[in-house]
């Protein structure tokens, strides 16, 4: 069965300072990857994807991830938080076939310090 | 501007009540999915439906049905609500085919049952 682990709950990072959230899968073949963010009182908006080729990707927000098949994992990071990025992260994967059952991870909160 | 709207926002109900939830999306999406969020747990996969007047089990839909009457329209309904069903609900949808797995989100439903 897929799953996907966040294992860190919380992050709390200075504004200004860079921000990696960890993500890590399980899964039979190559899935599609996904981050999404969700704001507070908010839905989960998508902020990057991976379905194949170039293995760092570049999502909306100054945000990228980078694809390690080897490891299984689908690291997001950031240069430089501001403090709007202050919410919960999530990470998911899903089939390359037409299915959309996503399997979402845990989720980690960031709190932005200023 | 695309968007997936849940009709309430905020709903208290009582043990044994029966609770409608409502989304509808204004993107002629084939696709529509309720999920539930937990603390800790991320986003689990509650019901989906691929066409009007279908419908999927996904990971946890003990305790829960669906319709889909019409193509723009989801509903999640819990015949007699229990207190292990306060949560947050949030309804997506998404095309069929090469962008199937980029999900829209609707902001979310939280359920207090008392």
């Known amino acids: 069965a897929q799953s996907v682990t966040q294992p860190d709950i919380h992050i709390t990072v200075s504004e200004g300072a860079s921000l990696e959230l960890r993500c890590n899968y399980s899964y039979g073949a190559t899935p599609y990857l996904f981050w999404y963010v969700q704001s507070p009182g908010q839905g989960l908006q998508l902020l990057l994807k991976y379905f194949s080729g170039d293995t760092l990707v570049q999502g909306i927000k100054g945000f990228e991830a980078e694809f390690k098949r080897s490891q299984s994992s689908f690291n997001l990071r950031k240069p430089s938080v501001h403090w709007s990025d202050a919410a919960e992260y999530f990470c998911a994967v899903g089939p390359k076939s037409a299915g959309n059952k996503l399997t979402f991870g845990g989720g980690t909160r960031v709190l932005v310090k200023p | 501007d695309v968007k997936v709207t849940q009709s309430s926002r905020y709903l208290v109900k009582r043990t044994g009540e029966k609770v409608f939830l409502e989304c509808v999306q204004d993107m002629d999406h084939e696709n529509m999915f309720w999920y539930r969020q937990d603390p800790g747990l991320g986003l689990r996969l509650i019901y989906f439906?691929?066409?009007?007047?279908?419908?999927e089990k996904g990971d946890i839909p003990e305790g829960y049905s669906v319709s889909r009457e019409k193509k723009e329209r989801f509903s999640l309904i819990l015949e007699s609500a229990s207190t292990n069903q306060t949560s947050m609900y949030l309804c997506a949808s998404s095309h069929r085919g090469s962008g199937a797995n980029v999900l829209t989100f609707g902001a979310g439903s939280r359920l207090t049952v008392l």
């Open positions: 439906s691929y066409d009007v007047k279908m419908k």
